[in-house]
């Protein structure tokens, strides 16, 4: 569907509540919108009711896209802004873990362990972020936000949203030194 006329032909009947056409965008699009629900969440479940929630808004906010911008962008945005809104409602400070013990076990380092991973592998790092950190990280580093945007989206302050950017990458670093050390053991 990289036609944009047949694409805008298939948003005009979704607009009028056709359910055909609203099946032939979700089926489309899926594959996207679930590669960003992927990062923001621990699980494919998860993910699936984030994505699942995020086309109820697309569905029921239709008329509010506009046919100068690129509905990818728009369905994007929608994703981004429905995995925030789980953080929000999941409890910010869920699943923290202790880093440091798993730090103190590992050995060495090996700077290829990064090139090594595919982008699956990637993924899952992120999944283990914990929600805060996770979502920080996809805004940041992924999706291009500031920190003051990314503060105002998620109701904490410019210092927390930094912090947050700096234990994730700590975390991820310490998941990759240990794929490394299990790598070459």
Same mark, same amino acid.
């Given at each position: #569907?990289e036609?944009?006329?047949?694409?805008n032909?298939i948003?005009?009947?979704c607009?009028k509540g056709?359910?055909?056409?609203?099946?032939?965008l979700?089926? &489309?699009f899926?594959?996207?919108? #679930? $590669?960003?629900?992927l990062?923001?969440?621990? $699980?494919?479940?998860?993910?699936?009711?984030?994505?699942?929630d995020?086309?109820m808004?697309?569905?029921?906010r239709?008329?509010?896209?506009?046919?100068?911008?690129?509905?990818?962008?728009?369905?994007?945005?929608?994703m981004?802004?429905? /995995?925030?809104?789980?953080?929000?409602? $999941? @409890?910010?400070? !869920? &699943? &923290?873990?202790?880093l440091?013990a798993?730090?103190?076990?590992?050995?060495?380092?090996h700077?290829d362990a990064l090139?090594?991973?595919?982008?699956e592998?990637?993924v #899952? #790092?992120?999944?283990?972020?914990?929600?805060?950190?996770?979502t920080?990280?996809?805004l940041?580093v992924i999706? @291009?936000?500031?920190? !003051?945007e990314?503060? /105002?989206q998620m109701g904490?302050?410019? @210092?927390t949203?930094?912090?947050?950017?700096?234990?994730?990458?700590?975390?991820?670093?310490?998941?990759?030194k240990?794929?490394n050390? =299990? =790598?070459?053991?």
């Open positions: #569907m036609d944009p006329q047949q694409l032909a948003i005009q009947r607009l056709d359910r055909e056409s609203q099946k032939v979700y089926e &489309h899926y594959g996207y919108a #679930m $590669s960003i629900c990062r923001y969440t621990r $699980s494919r479940e998860e993910a699936r009711e984030i994505l699942n995020g086309f808004k697309v569905f029921t239709l008329n509010q896209h506009e046919d100068q911008s690129s509905f990818k962008a728009w369905l994007r945005r929608i981004i802004n429905t /995995a925030i809104d789980q953080y929000r409602k $999941s @409890g910010k400070h !869920e &699943h &923290h873990q202790d440091e798993a730090a103190a076990q590992v050995v060495s380092v700077g090139d090594a991973l595919s982008y592998e990637l #899952m #790092m992120v999944q283990q972020l914990t929600p805060a950190y996770r920080v990280f996809n940041y999706d @291009g936000y500031a920190h !003051e990314i503060a /105002a904490i302050s410019v @210092g949203s930094k912090s947050n950017l700096f234990k994730a990458r700590e975390q991820l670093r310490t998941l990759l240990r794929i050390v =299990k =790598k070459y053991a």
